[in-house]
């Protein structure tokens, strides 16, 4: 069974620049997480999906980041306009239902400079 | 009190010795906890998940869970070089799912061979 796929990997951007990352999720996995890993810290969620919807995205600086999984299948994360508090990586989860255990991507390290 | 707090470290074991992770909650989240292991420059994850108070047992792994103290533990027994990482201390967001998660800062591991 094929993880869950983040790209890109690696981002380097300048303060005010946007950047987008995208996930796709394990084949079948309703429920999609987002969240932000600053050096040295734990993760920090920013949003969860439940198929197309949004369920908690408390944590998300709306001012400035955005996020869809308009079809319930992959989503993107947006930042516009970046900020050098950014930088961090953004780590994308799923889960067959809200009730069972979330596998992690590989995360897409962004710097912003 | 922030709402999941380790130490973070580092940890420094010999190997095949006992290492003991620890970790400390507030009344801000609910009674679902998580360890996840996080090596440099991967992704987080899941070694253990606990919902009652007491021991649970999984190969060389031991978590333990005491409410009435706010405290969570992992005990890593025979501890092996590989086992060096980050351990991440995790709790189920009130009215979250197990994948809506409030971590701590992590605990760095280093078994020395």
């Known amino acids: 069974e094929a993880g869950v796929a983040q790209s890109p990997r690696y981002k380097i951007i300048e303060k005010r620049q946007s950047v987008a990352f995208w996930c796709n999720p394990i084949?079948?996995?309703?429920?999609l997480y987002w969240y932000q890993q600053i050096l040295g810290q734990g993760p920090k969620l920013l949003i969860q999906?439940?198929?197309?919807?949004?369920?908690?995205d408390s944590q998300l600086p709306k001012d400035r980041f955005s996020a869809e999984r308009l079809k319930g299948v992959d989503s993107t994360l947006k930042i516009q306009p970046a900020k050098l508090e950014d930088s961090a990586v953004y780590l994308c989860?799923?889960?067959?239902?809200?009730?069972?255990?979330?596998?992690f991507g590989q995360g897409t390290r962004l710097t912003v400079v | 009190q922030k709402e999941v707090e380790q130490n973070s470290g580092p940890l420094s074991v010999p190997e095949g010795a006992i290492a003991s992770l620890n970790c400390t909650y507030s009344d801000r989240v609910s009674q679902s906890f998580f360890w996840y292991r996080q090596y440099s420059g991967k992704s987080p994850e899941l070694i253990m998940s606990i919902y009652s108070n007491g021991d649970k047992e999984d190969g060389r792994f031991t978590a333990q869970l005491n409410k009435a103290s706010q405290y969570v533990s992992l005990l890593i027994r025979d501890s092996q070089p590989s086992d060096s990482a980050t351990y991440l201390c995790?709790?189920?967001?009130?009215?979250?799912?197990?994948?809506?998660?409030?971590f701590g800062k992590g605990t760095k591991l280093s078994v020395k061979p």
């Open positions: 084949s079948g996995h309703a429920t």
């Open positions: 989860a799923s889960s067959r239902n809200s009730n069972t255990e979330a596998f």
């Open positions: 995790a709790a189920e967001n009130y009215g979250g799912s197990q994948g809506n998660l409030i």
């Open positions: 999906f439940q198929n197309n919807g949004v369920v908690d």
